[in-house]
């Protein structure tokens, strides 16, 4: 994929897009999401979490739902300052310690002979264009997002990654407004057709 159709499909500017390009195709690549519908959705997703691929770094505030990273057990946030230290990094956004150090493992598990940073140690090299790439890739992978792709339900694939579940209701992702708008752009740009 071009950095023009990227472009396209998640609403960055050609510039970014063009940053992204080689390790977001080879990141698809990777982890099967190799079809025109795995990729619309994916990159819609991509697209709305990263702002147009221009934030790998959670934006800090903070704001409260951020300062309630603080002390999360179910994030593994342990240790003081760990809220502000494993906001999210990535194109969609890994959020806490045990997230992680949860990437890094199944990052070095499926690519023995790449260095893999530890981003327990080091959570902002989450954030650099590779990482950042092959992680949101990952996390489609991890939670089966593929199968979701394949049966055409983009509301569930935005479900799981904005719920963790697949809900009852339709539309009820945050930001789902945005997500539909790219969905509606990626698809033209893969020649998928109008919904």
Excluded at 72 to 98: A, M, V, W
């Amino acid at each position: 994929m071009n950095a023009d159709t990227l472009a396209r499909c998640t609403g960055a500017r050609l510039d970014r897009a063009q940053r992204y390009a080689d390790a977001l195709n080879e990141a698809m690549g990777l982890y099967g999401i190799d079809t025109s519908i795995r990729q619309a959705m994916f990159l819609a997703n991509v697209g709305h979490e990263s702002g147009g691929l221009h934030y790998s770094t959670e934006l800090w505030g903070p704001t409260p739902a951020q300062r309630g990273y603080e002390g999360r057990k179910d994030l593994g946030n342990t240790q003081p300052g760990d809220g502000f230290r494993f906001r999210g990094h990535g194109l969609i956004q890994t959020t806490g310690r045990y997230n992680h150090a949860a990437v890094r493992d199944r990052l070095r598990a499926r690519f023995p002979e790449r260095s893999v940073p530890d981003f327990e140690l080091e959570p902002d090299q989450l954030g650099f264009t590779d990482w950042a790439a092959l992680s949101a890739a990952d996390y489609a992978d991890m939670r089966g997002l593929n199968a979701w792709a394949d049966k055409g339900d983009f509301d569930g694939y935005c479900d799981i990654i904005n719920r963790g579940r697949k809900t009852a209701a339709d539309g009820d992702s945050n930001g789902w407004v945005d997500r539909a708008r790219l969905y509606a752009a990626a698809r033209l740009a893969l020649g998928l057709g109008a919904l």
